[in-house]
């Protein structure tokens, strides 16, 4: 029972996939500026990690291991296919925000990653927590992240089926308020990942690299 | 002409592949402790993408996009929108060709092929590739030269960055960085500044 909730706990601090493995940054800063693309984005990928570490766990052994790639590759690209045609059925705005970004999930280096590293000596359930877990650890810094920026930027916060909420009340702007402009704008997005790293780094320490 | 110069060094300064959308940042970040790998790897994905961009432009333009099968049945094709498909043909196309590339780099230039070694076969989970042909797909691009142009230009844009960050991290290894900044920290933080000095090219317009 322990090591199954290490798996789940596991990637969200110690072993996070963003801050630690350094793996799938790629699709994670571009949809940061707002709130709500985050988080469907986040929820995607969850869904997307798990449902694949699952198939490519049940299959693993009767994949031969030359072909492997393009057998990832490919249960990864029909998951997100799926993903996408959900997402354009039900929430388009969100679906256009998000544009290419949602096929990038299947060149995202998360997947690949926990399905060679993981899945593919695994069982399912093991797999599928695996999944869960490192999809949440991508989500937290995802939401930490399009939350500072969202916040400093325009002062807003976006939730899905809420809708814009007005954090910054209008009178600070009545002050002399200004939203930070550079916020929004995508260098930020990596300063805000560095300085996550920097203070995870500092609080534990043997994350710390050798120079 | 003009339109294709404009978007070449568009596609180089003001939308490049790293700065403005993270494309590769995988690979960005890994591979780029020193100069000569940085460049090995670079001119590879300038290869991959000037031979993949165009060929998933054709792929989109005469079998995937609406109506675009009309060369091959006629007026019945007018119907038929396979675009659903692209992610997963784009990334066949991409995965067969960088395949492709290798062997035929390995066949007549043998002294490239052992330069770049194992980052040929690296490119096909690059999110720069797929990257510049969903971009090319959702901008619409209307000729093959475009493209070509296109993937010619996200790739130098690409080799830039990867070189500029080569260097300053070549330089901040004999820095007195903070320990807890060390190594990736440090390496996040350079690539945001090197974004918002890119950012001064956002006004170009040729």
Redesign the interface.
């Known amino acids: 029972m322990s090591k199954n909730s290490k798996l789940l706990t596991g990637p969200i601090n110690l072993n996070n996939p963003i801050t630690v493995q350094v793996l799938g940054i790629c699709s994670a800063l571009a949809v940061t500026v707002k709130l709500e693309p985050a988080i469907v984005m986040s929820i995607s990928v969850i869904a997307v990690l798990a449902l694949a570490n699952v198939i490519i766990s049940l299959l693993r052994n009767t994949i031969p291991s030359r072909i492997r790639i393009i057998v990832q590759l490919v249960v990864i690209a029909a998951l997100v296919i799926l993903v996408d045609q959900i997402l354009k059925a039900y929430s388009p705005d969100v679906s256009k925000q998000l544009s290419v970004f949602v096929g990038l999930i299947i060149t995202n280096c998360i997947l690949m990653g926990r399905l060679e590293a993981f899945a593919l000596g695994n069982k399912p359930w093991e797999s599928f927590l695996d999944g869960i877990g490192n999809g949440s650890g991508y989500a937290i810094i995802l939401i930490i992240v399009a939350t500072v920026r969202e916040l400093l930027g325009s002062g807003t916060l976006t939730l899905p089926a809420v809708g814009e909420i007005k954090v910054i009340p209008e009178s600070f702007y009545q002050f002399g308020y200004e939203n930070n402009g550079l916020m929004i704008l995508p260098p930020m997005a990596l300063i805000v990942v560095g300085i996550i790293i920097w203070v995870q780094r500092s609080k534990t320490r043997e994350l710390i690299e050798e120079n | 002409m003009q339109d294709l110069l404009n978007l070449f060094v568009r596609s180089i300064f003001v939308e490049n592949m790293v700065?403005?959308?993270?494309?590769?940042?995988?690979s960005y970040?890994?591979v780029s402790k020193t100069v000569n790998t940085a460049m090995g790897l670079g001119i590879a994905v300038i290869f991959v993408l000037l031979i993949t961009v165009p060929v998933d432009w054709a792929l989109n333009e005469y079998v995937l996009k609406k109506g675009a099968l009309e060369w091959l049945i006629g007026e019945k094709a007018a119907e038929i929108d396979l675009s659903?498909?692209?992610?997963?043909m784009f990334?066949?196309v991409i995965?067969s060709m960088v395949q492709l590339v290798e062997m035929i780099v390995e066949k007549f230039a043998p002294a490239l092929y052992s330069q770049l070694g194992i980052f040929l076969p690296l490119i096909?989970?690059?999110?720069a590739?797929?990257?510049a042909s969903?971009?090319m797909q959702?901008r619409e691009l209307t000729s093959f030269g475009e493209a070509t142009v296109y993937g010619l230009g996200s790739g130098i844009g690409w080799l830039i960055a990867i070189i500029g960050i080569a260097a300053i991290r070549e330089k901040i290894?004999y820095s007195a960085?903070?320990?807890?900044?060390?190594?990736?920290?440090?390496t996040?933080?350079a690539?945001?500044?090197?974004?918002?000095a890119?950012?001064t090219f956002m006004g170009i317009k040729l």
């Open positions: 700065f403005a959308f993270f494309l590769g940042m995988c970040l890994a659903f498909l692209s992610f997963i990334i066949a995965a096909a989970v690059n999110c590739i797929l990257g969903l971009f959702e290894r960085v903070p320990a807890p900044l060390r190594g990736i920290g440090i996040f933080i690539t945001g500044l090197m974004g918002i890119f950012m």
